[in-house]
């Protein structure tokens, strides 16, 4: 059996290689690597969640500096050219060992690297370029990740809007701009640009950001981004068409039905990213990528011998989520190939957003209120603001709130979190959902006080809700 990966230096490509590997020379007879990339690494490595984590963080000290009135002096600035210096280093380390692993496969009998762009001529051929080569594989993984999505607003050709990719590189920025995606992108961004000194006007569609949060996380992050960051946000706006004016941009907008305009010298665009499948040649298979094209097997749903893993598949464009997409699909190659039934893909809802330059970041593991009422799941729900817990206001991060839901035979469903180091508890709460732990079992110790009492006080106050209900 031959499988070709399209896609072998990024995070689900790499996820499948290493998986189908172990199994050359036995149920793999071959296995082909195929990337261009250049350098190759991976998005997440070079343009995703770890170059932006590293400028977030030069933001994420300045806004601490800034709001602990316990220092005095200046307030220092960031230095842009020493951010993007530090991230390109560490990030070029990053997917120089990624590309020595993929290499490093390839130095194994019948594992083979390509470093070149591949075409699909039919269903499971392949056309590599530069070298003009051909090959016939009986499976071809897709696991090409996604590219930069840019709205087709009218005006938009005209006036140069910046990216993500293109913030993460820069080593100057504008004095003000205008910011189109409000969602994990923005949320990220955003404060990066306001504590290096842009004065932004934000474009929100809903009443709040965050879709996958109760509404009070939405409301509580909107009060710390106009209040703590200084960040103009309108809300149940949308964009109409902006042109170029002297001096930069203006946007025409439907503000709350009424037509208002903004200006400023540049445009942001931080509206999320599409599947990357420009110059695949899918008009040359029967794939059709269109919502549901791929099942939760990975499988594609036009052809068993394809499988899609990753960002490109439309499904959950999160790293963690595409490797573990990665592992399902190498699994289920090899049961396909054997006549065995396949495997679907299942996780817990586990998202987190270095919101807040990292300083509050929202982490959602497991059901929210609204999900767990849509689901019809009888819960109890408690919440904890973090105002309430000493340790919070001793390391000046008093913001915030977290909340538990627990269902009514005492399992913990599902937690939010919106506040320092919610990111760090996600983990402990992915293992109390996906365990089905009982909030009255979970062990209620004593031990050096630090920022994770926040879970306590909720175990408590939900056990006891429980208890009062018996």
Not at 208 to 226: K, S, T, V, W
Not at 241 to 247: F, Q
Not at 421 to 438: I, W
Request: charged letters at 25%; hydrophobic letters at 40%.
């Amino acid at each position: 059996m031959h499988v070709a990966i399209i896609g072998a230096y990024g995070s689900a490509g790499v996820a499948v290689a290493e998986r189908l590997a172990e199994h050359v020379g036995g149920a793999v007879s071959r296995l082909t690597l195929v990337d261009d990339g250049e350098p190759g690494g991976g998005l997440c490595i070079l343009r995703g969640c770890m170059p932006s984590k590293e400028v977030i963080s030069a933001a994420g000290h300045r806004y601490s500096a800034r709001h602990d009135d316990r220092l005095v002096g200046d307030l220092p600035e960031m230095d842009l050219d020493r951010i993007v210096d530090t991230k390109d280093e560490h990030i070029h380390d990053f997917a120089r060992h990624r590309r020595t692993a993929v290499h490093g496969m390839a130095e194994r009998e019948e594992v083979e690297f390509r470093h070149e762009r591949a075409t699909f001529v039919d269903d499971h051929t392949l056309h590599l370029e530069p070298s003009g080569d051909e090959i016939e594989a009986d499976y071809v993984v897709v696991a090409t990740g996604s590219v930069v999505n840019v709205p087709d607003l009218p005006g938009i050709d005209a006036v140069d809007p910046l990216t993500s990719a293109d913030v993460l590189d820069a080593t100057s920025l504008p004095e003000s701009g205008i910011v189109m995606g409000f969602g994990y992108v923005g949320m990220e961004m955003v404060p990066y640009l306001a504590e290096a000194g842009v004065d932004l006007t934000v474009v929100e569609h809903d009443a709040r950001p965050l879709d996958e949060a109760d509404p009070d996380f939405g409301d509580e992050l909107l009060d710390i981004y106009r209040e703590e960051f200084g960040v103009e946000i309108l809300t149940n706006a949308y964009e109409q068409r902006i042109e170029s004016v002297e001096g930069g941009v203006r946007m025409h907008l439907e503000h709350d039905g009424v037509e208002v305009t903004r200006e400023a010298e540049r445009l942001f665009v931080f509206t999320g990213r599409r599947p990357n499948l420009d110059g695949l040649g899918l008009e040359n298979t029967a794939l059709t990528p269109e919502p549901g094209w791929v099942d939760d097997t990975m499988q594609a749903r036009d052809d068993p011998h394809t499988f899609v893993v990753g960002d490109v598949n439309r499904k959950e464009p999160i790293l963690h989520v595409a490797k573990e997409q990665g592992f399902v699909a190498a699994r289920n190659v090899l049961a396909h190939a054997a006549g065995d039934d396949l495997a679907e893909y299942e996780n817990v809802h586990h998202h987190v957003v270095f919101s807040a330059a990292g300083v509050y970041p929202y982490a959602r593991v497991g059901h929210s209120v609204a999900s767990a009422t849509t689901a019809g799941v009888d819960h109890v729900a408690v919440t904890r603001h973090a105002s309430d817990d000493g340790v919070f206001k001793t390391k000046a991060t008093p913001r915030g709130l977290a909340t538990l839901v627990v269902g009514t035979d005492g399992r913990v469903l599902g937690y939010q979190g919106l506040h320092y180091h919610a990111d760090v508890m996600a983990k402990t709460m992915q293992l109390a959902v996906e365990m089905g732990l009982d909030v009255a079992e979970i062990p209620d110790r004593a031990y050096h006080p630090t920022t994770p009492e926040i879970l306590d006080g909720l175990f408590r106050a939900a056990a006891d809700e429980l208890a009062g209900r018996s």
